[in-house]
């Protein structure tokens, strides 16, 4: 009888493990920020040149037409400077001892006339498009509205009734310090992320449309985001719009590109991309509780 009875009660705990153990793995995912461990990709690097990684479509075509003006503006160098050789090995006074005397050369008139003119034209052919696609706002998946002050940002979320404001972290505090450092690493960056990362973040889904209404509350200021190929002034009584779509999940940078004040360098942006997933379960973090961090 008593083996018996312990038969039942080992097997009533497994069964009770069982039913049990879904409801912790739920609780364990819950207890793991989606947000956390995410890849910073859009940086400045001390000491690098070029672009940063293109991260949207924007981006690539923008730096696909900077590779293009390179191209012809050192075929332009090129032929300048080779041209300038020339007349000075050609026509210096000890080879040249009787300068010509003519002032007009109709064809060669013509010709630097014309050719400039189809310079630009193909130029403006590729640009123009660019352009376009920059100004042209796409039906927004997500809306974000955008306002600057001095010197901080604000957001909201019009559709998903947030809004908050984001600040650099260690702002106000002077150099880098231990607190800083603390402050730092407790949102998941390092002191090179000083004066780059904010306490909050904007957090934006992968591969979803994203529109910014952008306006300022005091001074003109201008949101910026390199890796995504867009900037956009913030002017007080205005409201001026971008679009993105990220493609890859990351932690982005930007500044205030527009003078604006005494502590103008110390406004930066910080865009967190996720997972869809990770997107909902962040803005049902916020509604429910409040919590407004990014991470």
């Not at 002034?233 to 890859?248: H, Y």
Request: aromatic fraction near 10%.
């Amino acid at each position: 009888m008593d083996l018996m009875k312990h038969c039942r009660q080992m097997w009533a705990g497994l069964a009770a493990l069982t039913l049990a153990a879904p409801a912790a793995a739920q609780t364990l995912v819950e207890a793991v920020d989606p947000l956390e461990g995410l890849e910073i990709i859009g940086e400045p690097v001390p000491g690098a040149m070029g672009w940063q990684p293109a991260a949207t479509e924007l981006a690539r075509e923008i730096h696909w037409l900077d590779g293009l003006l390179l191209v012809i503006i050192s075929v332009i160098v090129i032929f300048v400077l080779g041209l300038l050789a020339y007349v000075i090995l050609r026509y210096n006074a000890r080879r040249n001892k009787t300068p010509a005397t003519f002032t007009h050369n109709s064809p060669l008139e013509i010709a630097w006339t014309i050719v400039p003119i189809v310079i630009l034209v193909f130029i403006g052919a590729f640009s123009l498009p660019v352009l376009f696609n920059q100004q042209e706002i796409p039906e927004a998946d997500i809306r974000i509205k955008v306002t600057g002050y001095q010197w901080y940002w604000g957001y909201e979320y019009p559709e998903e009734d947030i809004a908050f404001e984001s600040y650099m972290i260690g702002a106000g505090m002077g150099n880098l310090s231990p607190e800083i450092s603390e402050q730092l690493t407790e949102a998941g960056y390092s002191d090179s992320e000083f004066k780059l990362a904010t306490d909050t973040a904007v957090v934006v889904p992968v591969g979803a449309t994203i529109v910014m209404d952008v306006t300022a509350a005091d001074v003109i200021h201008s949101w910026t985001i390199p890796a995504f190929g867009v900037k956009q002034d913030a002017v007080p009584g205005r409201i001026a719009q971008l679009w993105f779509a990220a493609e890859q999940e990351g932690v982005y940078f930007g500044q205030c590109s527009e003078l604006c004040g005494q502590a103008h360098a110390y406004m930066p942006i910080t865009v967190k991309v996720v997972s869809p997933e990770a997107y909902a379960a962040w803005v049902e973090r916020v509604q429910t509780d409040g919590d407004y961090r990014a991470w």
